[in-house]
């Protein structure tokens, strides 16, 4: 048995008045697929981006192959890591959202071999060559000189997955990877990711595609009023879900 | 232009006339009549007259004084001074941005001591007039007769005369720099705040290192707002500098000024300076045009043609048509 890649305890996060996550717990393998499903508004989001540390908990903690996220612990006491600590960590975060932010004023390749060059400081001519590899993987090899706004919006995310597998993290996030699509390119996003599933990386994927759910979960984690309602194998999950608010929601989606 | 119109051939039913459908066959066949613009050509003439009427002044006025203008414009006196102003112009810039740029990353940084000290500075400096902080430095050795290195409140290792610490130049460029870096702070963090914030979200996800992520992320980007409203302080600059002829600093309009205070020829002095000012901020307006450019990299799909691009296209075309009689490519056209 696998050891727990991503470890999630008791996390809580509010912005002012309105409480977000109400006590998460949440263990990834490593080398599994996880997806987190949930209506809008149940804190999916916010707890992908509490794992990388973009949002700062309010409560709980959470750590990545053993690592405490954000701080430090010394004794009794956490202390709180440095911009320049948290940002290291980052490199062992792949992170993919919604509307891409790939940077606009970068070629497709200038974007994947930023975050190596300035961050692991890798010399360029490797983080070169491995930026090509990666953008043949995900079936963008001529796109090497384009600059975003040239590219649809599916290779525009597929680039945006390259960039974040450049750093070779030690787990990939997916924050509502088709969200931002149109239907017709959703496929060609889904197909890479569905790729990178066979090359057992961790990954979390937060995502209303319940069929892709189905085909590439190990772990389907539903998702609502900040608090985790039901997980396990999607056949569990999504076909015989023991909870009523997972069988309304899967109702409305399905 | 036609005057002439063509119509239907003769024998050809008119389009709209009598019950029957009108036989959209024949209409490809037919010479179509342009719309006269009427007004537009008296506008146009009306203008046309007014200029050549003003331009004709120019030229036949004698008080113009041509010959006077001639004699001067490429002067030694007056081409130094030329250089003066441009000098005082690139280090105010300079100054001026670099200063600017600080106090936009502090007013921006979480530490409130450095927001209010930022945003202290830019109310202080922007209330100022500039002529009055001139002067204000000029006499800076009234207030300060000495100027010293030591611990704060504490002793003093080293000092120096302010006077010649800083000078009449010295007292000019710090005025312009720390009037400019004031407007240049406001324009910058403009620039800044107008950058997505998911860019320094994708930035900081990738690990990017903070000053990487300015230098790289951030600036490139914020460029796009920050050069027009640049373009227009740095040209505003450029003219600015002649407020600096108080000071008895022998740029531009000072030099103008000793010139014609000596020979009486007001007005082609003043033209000498008008040319240059006028010169000076056309070679600026160009420089700021493809500078814009290279900064809009990666913002359209197809770049626009240079203006030279342009022209050589239509050259291009002219001399394929004169072989041919076809235009290789579109005059207007992307890349």
Redo the contacts between chains.
Sequence with gaps: MSGVMVDVRGVHKGFGPLKVLRGVDLQVRTGEVTVILGPSGSGKSTLLRAINHLEKVNRGWISIDGELIGYRRSGDKLYELREKDILRQRTHIGFVFQNFNLFPHLTALENIVEAPISALRRPRKAAVVAAERLLERVGLADKAGAYPRQLSGGQQQRVAIARALALEPKVLLFDEPTSALDPELVGEVLDVIKDLTRTGTTMIIVTHEVSFAREVADTVVFLDGGVVVEQGPPASVLDAPQHERTRAFLSKVL | MGNTTKTAPPGAAPIDAGPHRPDHGDLAALKVVPTRHYGRWAAAVAVLVLTAQLTHGLITNPVWEWGVFRSYVLSETIVQAVGLTLQLTAYATALGFTLGTVLAFMRLSRNPVLQTVAWAYIWIFRSIPMIVQLVFWFNLSALYERLGLGIPFGPVFWSIDSNSLIGTMGAALIGLSLHQAAYAAEIVRGGVISV?H??L??????????L?QIR??VL??AMRAILPTAGNEIIGLLKGTSVVYVMAIGELFYQVQVIYGRNGQVIPLLMVATAWYVFLTSVLSVAQYYVERR?A?????NPPPTPLQRARRFAANLRSAARHDAPVTPVGGGR
């Design positions: 997505d998911g860019q979200e994708a930035a900081a996800a990738l690990g990017i290192p903070k990487r790289r992320i490139p980007q900064f990299r990666g913002a359209n799909r």
